[in-house]
Structures are given as structure tokens and as C-alpha cells.
């Protein structure tokens, strides 16, 4: 299962040449992980890899959720693989600005959830962690208790840190080292 997301990671997703991060960094890679996470085998792959990852270390958790739109894939394929195992955990969608109308909220299917709920944030690439960052203290602000982030695959560029100074546990399916290593096996 590990090297078939690997496998696709590093044919769909990972791309070598001249990029600019939406941190603003240069880098000499991109890595654009929708091509997998959309396709039905890589949201299966990840879902079941991440409720194994839940499983193993025995974590709990009442929710799932992720800074919208980068998220969204992520967090349903969590949630549904968690569901198929007999587990229950809700997913949410977390917005950058409150809703513009009706009920004018960051956080989608809070009715889903108690105050103190908590949280498994989700984020397919993690650079410096801003996204994650931002949902971890949307979700904080809300009442929730956000207490780990998983990412698809982490840049190794500082995120881990960030989440260590937030107080919140990081794990990552895998490193950017893993990835460029496995591309350029493939050439």
C-alpha cells in the first residue's frame, strides 16, 4: 500500500524545474498532490494508510478537518476509511473567512461536534504549516481541541516545528526525501 501512494505521488504529483511556493519560496521541485488525492485509488490509499497510522498509535479523536479547499479530499477519504473500519469521526470543512451569509461560519458540520471536541487536522503538503497553522486556530477559537496534523507528505521546511510550538502532535505519511527518492529511481 506504502509504495503503491508512493508509486503515484511520484508519477502524478511531484514535478522537477524552476517553482514558486505559495509560502513565496523558491524551490527546485513542485508538488501538487490533488492529482492523486482525487483519483479514487490514491483517496483510498491515503484514507486506509491514515486510519492504520490512527489505529497503531491508538489516537482518539471526535473529528477531522482541514483548511478548505486543499483539505477537503483528504478529510473525506480519512473520514470514509475510518467509517469502514467501524470507527465514527465526523468531517468537517474549515474556511479561510467566515461564510458571507446564512449562518456566517468558518467551521461546516460543527453541529456534528461538542465544545472541547477533538481534532485531527489534515493538510496534503506541509511547508512552513500555514494552512494547518490557520485551521488549528479556527478550530481553537471554536471551542475544539485540535491535538495532531497529518499530512500527506511533509516538505521538511519547518512545519513540524511550527506544530511543536502550537502544541499540537505532527505525523507525516511521507517526506519530501522519500518522494525525490523515489522519482529518481524511476528515471
Known amino acids: 500500500m506504502r509504495d503503491l501512494l508512493l508509486s503515484m505521488i511520484a508519477g502524478r504529483s511531484y514535478r522537477e524545474g524552476d517553482f514558486t ?38 489516537l482518539m479523536f471526535d473529528g477531522v478537518g482541514g ?14 476509511a475510518a467509517f469502514r473500519k467501524g470507527i465514527l469521526l465526523p468531517a ?26 477533538r481534532f485531527l487536522v489534515l493538510e496534503d503538503v506541509v511547508t512552513t504549516g500555514g494552512s494547518a497553522v490557520k485551521a488549528i ?18 516538505r521538511e ?7 511543536k510550538s502550537l502544541g499540537v502532535e505532527f505525523h507525516s505519511l511521507f517526506t519530501i526525501s522519500d518522494v525525490t527518492e523515489y522519482y529518481n529511481r524511476g528515471r
Open 21 to 58: 511556493l505559495s509560502s513565496g519560496l523558491k524551490s527546485p521541485f513542485y508538488i501538487d498532490l490533488k492529482p492523486t488525492i482525487l483519483h479514487p485509488e490514491g483517496a483510498t490509499l491515503f484514507g486506509s494508510m491514515g486510519v492504520e497510522w490512527i489505529l497503531k498509535e491508538n
Open 157 to 163: 521546511s519547518g512545519g513540524r516545528e511550527k506544530f
Open 92 to 117: 468537517t470543512m474549515i474556511r479561510k473567512e467566515p461564510k458571507k451569509h446564512g449562518t456566517s461560519r468558518f467551521i461546516e458540520g460543527v453541529e456534528n461536534f461538542k465544545k472541547g471536541a
Open 137 to 154: 486556530e479556527i478550530l481553537r477559537n471554536e471551542g475544539f481541541e485540535p491535538t495532531h496534523v497529518l499530512s500527506l507528505v511533509d
Open 67 to 80: 483548511l478548505t479547499l486543499g483539505a477537503d479530499p483528504l478529510v473525506m477519504a480519512i473520514s470514509l
